[in-house]
């Protein structure tokens, strides 16, 4: 490991950042078989476990790692409703539902044959009041 390498690795265990994001970053600076030389080296005098917990790594990729096993970055799933501000709501969805408990993941939807009637009156005045929005609009 170069100087410039060292300083790099340092300033990533300085800084604030998820352990997965740390990993990914660690990966593209020394690679693959750098992380897992790093880890080993310190497992050696310390354990597997207090090794990846002192470079602050995930746990189960990281012990992936040492076993041979490619990284696969987790995938995060987000609500992403826009939110008031306009950017993209960062909550998880409810389990099983697209969207977070403040954007409708717990909605049930239409649950009576009156409430599917009501839903579809609903549907059709808005449909008519956008029409009637877009002709004002272009004037056709
Ligand atoms: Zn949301």
């Given amino acids: 490991?170069?100087?410039?390498?060292?300083?790099?690795?340092?300033?990533?265990?300085r800084a604030k950042m998820k352990r997965?994001?740390?990993?990914?970053?660690?990966?593209?600076?020394l690679g693959d078989d750098g992380v897992v030389e790093l880890v080993a080296?310190?497992?050696?005098?310390?354990?597997?476990d207090r090794a990846i917990d002192r470079f602050r790594l995930p746990l189960l990729?990281?012990?992936?790692?040492?076993?041979?096993?490619?990284?696969?970055p987790p995938v995060i799933i987000l609500?992403?409703?826009r939110t008031r501000t306009g950017a993209p709501c960062k909550?998880?969805?409810?389990?099983g539902k697209q969207r977070c408990r403040?954007?409708?993941?717990?909605?049930?939807?239409?649950?009576t044959p009156q409430g599917r009637?009501?839903?579809?009156?609903?549907?059709?005045?808005?449909?008519?009041a956008r029409r009637a929005a877009k002709t004002a609009l272009t004037g056709v």
């Avoid at 990729?61 to 696969?72: E, R, S």
């Avoid at 909550?91 to 389990?95: A, E, H, N, Q, T």
């Fill in 1 to 13: 490991m170069d100087a410039e390498q060292l300083t790099h690795l340092r300033a990533l265990l």
């Fill in 20 to 29: 997965h994001q740390r990993l990914q970053e660690m990966i593209d600076l």
């Fill in 41 to 48: 080296d310190m497992a050696d005098k310390h354990g597997d």
């Fill in 61 to 72: 990729a990281t012990k992936a790692l040492l076993a041979g096993k490619p990284y696969i």
């Fill in 79 to 81: 609500c992403g409703a």
């Fill in 91 to 95: 909550r998880r969805p409810i389990p």
């Fill in 102 to 111: 403040n954007h409708g993941g717990l909605n049930r939807g239409d649950r």
């Fill in 117 to 128: 009637i009501n839903a579809g009156k609903g549907l059709r005045q808005w449909h008519a």
